[in-house]
């Protein structure tokens, strides 16, 4: 897995909740089911162990599909920051690092998201072939971290979940 390129994805959201809910929502299996790349409706797994070294797994079921998400925890900093991979094996070996980093703010918390997407690019590649690609990762990423965080707001802030995402 040689030349492998990336780019960086960054997206800031508040919450007007206090920082440990918001943390909280990233490790506990049973909020994680509600937004985290799934929905309780769609989910069939959803398993952690939130320590360094452990690892995570999200299997949801959409469209007669299961999609499988899992990492492993690089740190852990209650409930400032949490830094782990992502990785869809069905469609790359390819793991990408995420770091969320929650400060707090007069309203709440904010919190800084930041993902280092990995491509690995096809052989005849050119160079424009290659920025399309990061391009098309990094839209489509943030595009299902939107969907996402707007689930994350509602949990948080509310204490359930009703988009459909």
Avoid at 44 to 67: F, L, Q, S, T
Avoid at 72 to 93: A, G, N, R
Avoid at 142 to 152: K, S, V, Y
Wanted: hydrophobic residues 35%; contains cysteine; negative net charge.
């Amino acid at each position: 897995m040689n030349n492998i390129s990336t780019t960086t994805l960054k997206m800031i959201r508040e919450f007007n909740v206090e920082p440990e809910r918001v943390f909280d929502a990233w490790l506990n299996p049973v909020m994680m089911k509600k937004w985290f790349f799934t929905l309780e409706g769609t989910n069939k797994v959803a398993r952690n162990d939130p320590k360094v070294g452990g690892d995570w797994e999200i299997v949801d079921h959409r469209e007669g599909k299961d999609y499988r998400a899992v990492g492993e925890y690089l740190e852990i900093d209650p409930p400032k920051k949490l830094v782990f991979t992502f990785k869809m094996p069905q469609f790359s070996e390819l793991e990408d690092i995420i770091t969320v980093e929650i400060k707090e703010i007069s309203t709440g918390c904010e919190m800084t998201f930041t993902q280092l997407i990995h491509v690995s690019p096809e052989e005849n590649w050119t160079k424009a072939d290659i920025e399309k690609a990061l391009g098309e990762y990094h839209d489509g990423s943030e595009h299902g971290w939107n969907l996402m965080f707007m689930g994350l707001k509602e949990l948080v802030e509310t204490g359930d979940i009703s988009y459909k995402g």
